[in-house]
């Protein structure tokens, strides 16, 4: 026990002493008042301030200099969740082939291209046809010259009596030949065109995105664009992610699905130099279209949905 000496506290004499008992005084004090949770949410804070920010995942796609490749990138950076993913983009122009091998080794991690069963079996697709199925009306490059050929054509039989050129691995060979049509393969694409013309098939269907800028291409050979059939069949053009990426598809399948509902897509495509000016010069209103069928859909080919598709009768 403490002495006082003169009548004054003895704690006088011992200034560090005061001092520390009143600082421990003060600290018990604020301790009882928040329950001992003073401390702990002081760590906290300092914990939370030291959690580093999470930066959005990078997606990177390969993008040639084809006009197709143009549209999905720009689609791509229109309906992306910008807080949670940014496009890298490998600038490189390559076979679908190759395109393939680079998302199986994760080199790339969205991939763009006419659906077949044989590619959802190895890639999940997300389901939502990007061009409305535009890329299933087919229009013919021919020899110049031969177009009252294709004037008498008035039914699908009569269609079936010609011989249509097509590149061996196209899935276009396959939807022909189940078709109940002629068709003569080459295994390479540029000979398809000079063999067209020296008249060994009567026509290359191709989709209404191409023919110009081939015949543009080809001048020398004395080609032309048919102006009055057009073959159709569903054929989608999805994006696809690797089979272990469903986050991925649920974000790409919403955002599609926000533009579409927003009356934007509907814009964007429309509006988009590949899809307004061939659309135009395709004239699908004034053509005898021939609807065949696509044995290479899937059952979660999403036919149900009439807003995906473009109809020439209502549009």
Not at 221 to 237: H, I, N, R
């Amino acid at each position: 026990m403490l002495k006082e000496r003169q009548g004054e506290p003895v704690l006088r004499d011992y200034p560090y002493l005061f001092r520390a008992l009143v600082a421990c005084s003060i600290s018990a004090c604020v301790t009882s008042s928040y329950g001992g949770d003073f401390a702990s949410a002081s760590i906290t804070h300092s914990k939370a301030r030291a959690k580093p920010i999470e930066q959005p995942r990078e997606l990177r796609v390969i993008s040639g200099p084809h006009q197709i490749d143009g549209y999905a990138v720009e689609l791509l950076n229109r309906i992306i969740d910008n807080e949670r993913y940014r496009l890298s983009i490998i600038p490189m122009g390559v076979t679908q082939k190759r395109a393939l091998e680079q998302m199986d080794r994760k080199r790339s991690d969205i991939f763009w291209a006419p659906t077949t069963i044989a590619l959802e079996e190895r890639l999940q697709a997300v389901y939502f046809p990007v061009f409305k199925g535009l890329l299933g009306y087919r229009i013919f490059l021919i020899p110049s010259g031969t177009q009252q050929k294709f004037s008498a054509i008035e039914n699908i039989e009569q269609a079936r009596g010609l011989i249509y050129g097509q590149m061996s691995s196209w899935t276009d060979t396959r939807i022909l030949i189940h078709n109940q049509f002629k068709v003569l393969t080459t295994p390479t694409y540029h000979s398809l065109f000079p063999m067209l013309a020296k008249q060994r098939f009567d026509a290359v269907p191709r989709g209404i995105f191409e023919p110009w800028n081939e015949l543009a291409s080809h001048r020398e050979l004395g080609l032309a664009v048919e102006q009055e059939l057009a073959f159709s069949y569903t054929l989608p053009f999805y994006f696809f992610v690797r089979k272990d990426e469903k986050e991925l598809a649920n974000m790409l399948y919403d955002g599609l699905n926000a533009y579409l509902n927003s009356g934007k897509f509907d814009q964007y495509l429309f509006e988009h130099d590949l899809v307004r000016h061939n659309l135009e010069r395709a004239n699908l209103h004034n053509r005898r279209i021939f609807y065949l069928q696509n044995p290479e859909l899937s059952e979660q080919t999403p036919l149900d949905k009439d807003y995906y598709w473009y109809r020439v009768n209502t549009h």
